[in-house]
């Protein structure tokens, strides 16, 4: 479908009288015991959860307390790099609006050994380049597997994992 | 029906907090004022957060809010306001009946920000006042200088402010900003937009406090301790800095308010103490004299002559106010809360006074903001 009109640029844009300001809103976050273990712990190519011994659960992003009980977690757990997707979503959209032609994949992933629901936020990888190959690929519920940076280039942060794959069957 | 502080909790402010997150800090807060109140936070029926997206570092903040509150799934609020006023808006709740026990929260993370004053250059008029590019503290200078230049006041007034006020943080002894300064010395501080000093200046600090309050039946059930929030009021003034008249407007409204609702005629002598926001030395006094506890023009004398010393006869800030203690943003006014709670139950160690019954606390939304509000606490029994 066509739209009419007149499509507006920023050089239009720059035609008004316009008020520049280049805040610089820069922040070093705490991460604080929990997640300071966990990135620290994405350098060294493990992912590690906290677990409250009161519900049982499994938690990822970890905390050192448990927002459902109400009481600080108890044990710190280390799970594999393995897990199923709970949802993704096929994104064709770039930061200022304009389209992608190969999509990003967000997803929530299940590391095994973590409690129901229990996701990780990551992207998915090597699992085609258009919607069709992607949706053709990627099921909910299906296994995939992370795939890391080099170790050397490991900095503890999230994008340590570059992204998670399928886990291909043997046949 | 009336409305009560039953419990108190602080992660106690600090220059910087590495060892912990702000979910970590806050939860501290939590757990103390839940111990303290006795109950566990399924008792607690609607929570109050106070925060700035431009502090955290994160747009729609209030949806970090509830996990280290234990507010999962119940009503939360997440307002940019003062400590009175965010106070106001939880008692208001519970005032309806709906209600019966409500949660106040507020923290800082001041260290975390790397440009300070590029958060405080987005609360300025993009259009008018932001372009002129001055570090935002010249708007702090401005109204000093209006305020001393309108009382005949000069910069070792303001001085005695911060060596009070520093001095009872060293005798209360839980902060690290507290030291014995004369005025003299706060003078030979460095200018940062004059008259204003960097000695003038509360410090940045974090730290993590919530207050729990009840209605009438769950706090005499619970029996000690019944501190009642006997008047209430808030006000805000307006954007413009130039029309601030360097009187603090918005704590006359709010003090007015507060006053009448807790049948107050004579505050100095009908009630014992204050704490009210010196996130400036020149705010201390020029809250003072908008509270009415001296006459316009009078509490530089006032001061010099020790009325609001701990041993004198109206204490101000007996715990170091925010210049003491630092300055924790939307947290001063609960950090203020918490220590007048402290003095009403004679929890105040060094800098306890002679059994207070009744408190004034007077917060400030701090720069650039002519935003603030008026507590009236009352110890009952």
Not at chain 2, 251 to 269: D, E
Not at chain 2, 354 to 364: D, G, N, V
């Amino acid at each position: 479908m066509k739209f009419e009109g007149i499509s507006l640029g920023l050089k239009e844009f720059e035609k008004e009288i316009k008020v520049e300001w280049k805040g610089k809103l820069e922040y070093e976050w705490d991460c604080g015991i929990a997640l300071s273990k966990f990135m620290e712990g994405l350098k060294h190519g493990k992912i590690l959860a906290r677990k409250c011994y009161a519900c049982g659960r499994i938690m990822i992003p970890p905390r050192m307390f448990c927002e459902r009980c109400f009481r600080p977690t108890d044990e710190w757990i280390e799970l594999g790099d393995e897990g199923e997707i709970l949802t993704f979503s096929v994104s064709f959209v770039n930061w200022d609006a304009s389209r992608r032609k190969k999509p990003e994949i967000p997803a929530v992933i299940r590391l095994l050994g973590t409690s129901e629901n229990m996701g990780i936020l990551h992207k998915l990888g090597e699992v085609g380049d258009t919607l069709e190959e992607v949706l053709k690929n990627v099921k909910i519920g299906m296994k995939v597997k992370a795939v890391w940076k080099k170790e050397k280039e490991r900095e503890g942060a999230i994008t340590d994992i570059l992204y998670f794959k399928p886990i291909k069957r043997r046949k | 029906m009336n409305v009560y502080i039953i419990g108190i909790g602080l992660s106690p402010p600090r220059k910087i907090s590495p060892e912990v997150s702000f979910r970590e800090m806050i939860y501290e807060a939590a757990e103390k004022a839940y111990l303290d109140a006795g109950i566990e936070p399924k008792d607690v029926d609607t929570f109050v957060s106070l925060s700035e997206d431009y502090e955290e570092g994160t747009a729609i903040f209030d949806e970090y809010v509830p996990d280290q509150l234990g507010a999962m799934l119940k009503p939360v609020h997440t307002i940019c306001a003062d400590g009175a006023t965010g106070l106001a808006s939880l008692f208001a709740q519970i005032k309806t009946g709906h209600f019966k026990i409500g949660v106040l929260e507020a923290h800082s993370k001041l260290s975390n920000i790397l440009y300070h004053s590029h958060v405080h250059a987005m609360a300025l008029d993009p259009v008018f006042v932001r372009p002129l590019e001055i570090n935002p503290y010249f708007v702090a200078g401005l109204e000093m200088d209006m305020f001393l230049d309108s009382r005949g006041y000069d910069e070792l007034d303001t001085a005695y402010v911060v060596a009070k006020n520093r001095t009872n943080a060293l005798l209360f002894g839980r902060s690290s900003f507290g030291s014995f300064i004369s005025p003299e010395e706060v003078l030979l501080s460095e200018s940062v937009s004059d008259p204003l000093r960097e000695l003038d200046i509360a410090p940045n600090a974090d730290g993590a406090c919530v207050i729990v309050i009840a209605n009438e039946e769950i706090a005499k059930e619970r029996g000690r301790d019944l501190i009642k929030i006997a008047g209430i009021g808030f006000a805000e003034f307006t954007p413009n800095i130039e029309r601030w008249e360097g009187d603090a407007e918005y704590l006359k409204v709010a003090a007015r308010k507060a006053y009448s609702k807790a049948g107050i005629k004579n505050p100095v002598k009908d009630i014992d103490f204050a704490e009210i926001d010196d996130t400036f030395s020149y705010k201390e006094l020029q809250h003072i004299e908008a509270l009415g506890l001296v006459s316009f023009g009078d509490s530089a004398e006032a001061l010099k002559e020790g009325f609001f010393d701990l041993g004198g006869e109206f204490p101000v800030n007996p715990t170091g106010g925010n210049i003491g203690n630092g300055n924790t943003s939307l947290m001063n006014g609960l950090r203020a809360i918490y220590d007048a709670v402290l003095q009403l139950r004679g929890d105040a160690g060094n800098v306890q006074l002679k059994s207070p019954e009744s408190a004034l606390i007077a917060t400030w939304k701090g720069l650039p903001s002519a935003s603030g509000g008026v507590i009236i606490l009352r110890r009952e029994g």
